[in-house]
Nanobody, 118 residues
Framework: QVEFEESGGGVVQPGGSLRLSCSASGSNIENPVMGWCRQAPGKEREFVAA???????TYGNSAKGRFTISREAGKNAVALQMSNLESGDTAVYFC????????????WGQGTQVTVSS
């Protein structure tokens, strides 16, 4: 069993910033790839960013240049710093171990809502 603690979602104006945080604990994970996928209403899940246990980072097209993912060394904890947010970033953001494919076979948190609105 894996448990996630996610925080940092909320409402922000276009051009603003938010920071999402996530930590995972459990007996079934060991230094996994951790990252974020998002899902907007009526749309499929979309890969945002992920980081391996060794620190290798991958970003989805929508995140490049605006979002930064970081991971605490030796821990199953990641943060996503989002800047220059746009209305198209409005979605539920899920911390997960599903990798760049947002695989449902990974472990997933409950999600945190991010709303970008003026």
């Amino acid at each position: 069993q894996v448990e996630f603690e996610e925080s940092g979602g909320g409402v922000v104006q276009p051009g603003g910033s938010l920071r999402l945080s996530c930590s995972a604990s459990g007996s079934n994970i060991e230094n996994p790839v951790m990252g974020w996928c998002r899902q907007a209403p009526g749309k499929e899940r979309e890969f945002v960013a992920a980081v391996t246990g060794g620190g290798r980072v991958t970003y989805g097209n929508s995140a490049k240049g605006r979002f930064t993912i970081s991971r605490e060394a030796g821990k199953n904890a990641v943060a996503l710093q989002m800047s220059n947010l746009e209305s198209g970033d409005t979605a539920v953001y899920f911390c997960n171990t599903g990798g760049t494919s947002c695989s449902p076979l990974g472990y997933w948190g409950q999600g945190t809502q991010v709303t970008v609105s003026s």
